[in-house]
């Protein structure tokens, strides 16, 4: 099947939302905290999630301002922190409920049932059940002039991860660490045994 | 383990380079196909794509300026167009082999052996291996102050996609489409059965 831009402009809009939000490809999940101005704690499900750079370690994020992260983006904007929480399979439906729109004076640690933790004095709760969380400091905020959604460039201030996924080289095994991946808006996977190539050479 | 900024900041650089290449999660892998001005096509895997939104249907790319995908930006600036191939677990090895350092008058698709298409007029060479291609009309680059990566924002101007894997409400079933993820910079997965979750309520 072709579809040129006019005709991916007439699709309806359901159908156009789930094949877009699926066709870049399979997507990170992470549970993303943060703590609001008054003291309000909030968790919201992200599959937004890219890699910037190692050195310094930088992670770009993608916010809706008029989506159920809404408080996710308030409170980053507010508190200049967050974190990032890599969801695991045997967790990810809790991590989905987090996107319905519960009002803003309820945390949705609380509503879902998950375990929530700080780090010292961090500004934003980290997620008990994440094997990977990650401390993040917003260094940008990018507005996306097409559509009105932020991209955001934060740095990783502390990296909290279990030690036996980590190879003697660095990488961590995501399979072992029983990560979830998802398509789209609703998929989700576990991620499976992960091939590892050496580095290629003409 | 708990690391800070400053642990961060004193690893080994390769071994840092792998811990944070992977921190991200699982990732999408595509084969970028251009051409440049002077009419030579090049191929090259990115695992840096992410969904920037569905109407207009935008994505976004990290392109490091001293690597080796310098040929492809080089290329998208002096045309504005690239295409998108998601590259599938029965060719991965293929589009690993794009990442090696090349000289600059050769083409990759000959070199690993990828078969290449056009569209129409459009500028820019599409890989026959890939069930899901996209053709790429750059709207923005974004310097990241930080690093000096760029961050590319292209509009999908083709969607060729093969129509078998099209869930009816839109939906495309990347396992049926035998797609291949990645983590870090050298491991490589087949996306499994993906669950598809209902809407989440209140």
Same mark, same amino acid.
Request: one cysteine or more; glycine letters at 10%; hydrophobic letters at 30%.
């Given at each position: 099947m072709i579809l040129s831009a006019k005709d991916i402009a007439s699709l309806s809009k359901p159908y156009r939302t789930q094949l877009i939000n699926a066709i870049s490809g399979p997507k990170p999940i992470h549970v993303v905290g943060t703590i609001s101005a008054e003291g309000k704690t909030n968790a919201a499900i992200f599959s937004s999630i890219i890699h910037?750079?190692?050195? +310094?370690p930088l992670l770009g994020m993608v916010s809706r301002p008029d989506s159920v992260d809404r408080h996710t983006l308030r409170n980053i904007r507010s508190t200049g922190f967050y974190t990032l929480n890599m969801v695991g399979f045997d967790w990810y439906k809790k991590a989905h409920q987090t996107s319905a729109r519960y009002p803003d004076d309820v945390s949705e640690f609380e509503l879902v049932d998950l375990g929530m933790t700080f780090q010292g004095v961090f500004p934003a709760p980290f997620v008990v059940e994440a094997d990977i969380k990650m401390g993040m400091k917003l260094l940008n905020e990018w507005p996306? +002039? !097409?559509?009105g959604t932020s991209f955001l460039i934060g740095q990783i201030e502390w990296l909290i991860i !279990?030690?036996? /996924? /980590?190879?003697?080289?660095?990488? +961590?095994?995501l399979h072992a660490a029983n990560v979830a991946g998802c398509v789209g808006l609703d998929g989700y996977f576990k991620i499976p045994e992960i091939i590892r190539l050496p580095y290629a050479k003409p």
């Open positions: 910037l750079g190692a050195d +310094p996306v +002039p !097409q559509n !279990q030690e036996d /996924i /980590i190879c003697e080289d660095g990488w +961590p095994d």
